[in-house]
């Protein structure tokens, strides 16, 4: 029968239980990426005027810093605008990705479960379509979560304003710049811990939905030959 029958036991079971987890640490991932806004905060004063610039740029996901004008023309007579440095998209929305189709596995993967389960184990192809696909998305999430740490670490370097001040010439032909801070960015390192939980949890639940496949079999049991009764004999 391959109807709808409701049954919340596989939730109990590690192969659901963890699901469960992968279901909600999938969230933090992509919510703590996705969600961070700060900004960066140069002051400057002109040298023909003394006159004070507060030059503070916002920044958000997906952190395309090189469209973000930070000392725009004519600032202090520049004749160009100043943009900041670094595109870091690539590696923040693959991460954010991943975390979002994560997310849509797991609640398929949980309605399959609680729901179908009958059918999930009854079949061949269900169990192994989910450890192809669970094997392929740990293997996502080392990808991603590797790339987005070294990511925001170079997004940490270039929103830096001491960096920023050192790296222009506006502020040693024009100006005379001050670092003014930079926002805290504790989310987005909770984004790449939680990548790398998991990047645990989908490896560690491999091995729970590899036991559900064919290819796992329990090892025959060999009776010993010295056991055995011998067969009885007719008189």
């Known amino acids: 029968m391959a109807g709808l029958q409701l049954n919340f036991g596989p939730l109990k079971e590690p192969i659901g239980f963890i699901k469960l987890l992968e279901w909600i640490f999938a969230i933090f991932g992509f919510a703590t990426c996705s969600g961070y806004s ?3 905060t140069l002051k400057a004063t002109c040298k ?12 958000q996901y997906p952190f395309r810093l090189n469209s973000i004008t930070l000392v725009p023309l004519n600032t202090c ?15 923040a929305e693959f991460f954010v ?3 979002v189709l994560a ?35 740990a293997f996502l999430w080392l990808v991603s979560s590797s790339a987005w740490g070294k990511g925001l670490t170079d ?8 960096v920023i001040k050192n790296n222009i010439g506006f502020c040693s032909n ?38 559900e496949t064919s290819w796992h079999t329990e090892p025959e ?5 010295g056991n055995v009764a011998p067969p009885a004999q007719n008189p």
């Open 174 to 211: 024009l100006a005379v710049c001050s670092s003014g801070g930079v926002s805290g960015m504790g989310s987005l390192n909770v984004s790449v811990v939680f990548g790398f939980l998991n990047l645990i949890l989908w490896c560690g639940n491999a091995w729970f939905v590899y036991k």
């Open 155 to 162: 997004l940490k370097y270039a929103t830096n304003p001491d």
């Open 97 to 99: 990705a991943i975390g």
């Open 48 to 59: 023909n005027s003394s006159l004070a610039v507060d030059l503070t740029r916002p920044f």
């Open 103 to 137: 997310f849509l596995y797991c609640i398929a993967a949980l309605v399959m479960y609680v729901g179908y389960l009958h059918v999930y184990r009854d079949g061949k192809r269900g169990p192994i379509i989910d450890f192809i696909v669970t094997v392929i998305f």
């Open 38 to 40: 700060g900004k960066t």
């Open 221 to 225: 049991q060999h009776q010993d030959p």
């Open 77 to 91: 007579n520049s004749t160009d605008a100043i943009h900041l440095v670094g595109d870091f998209s690539s590696s």
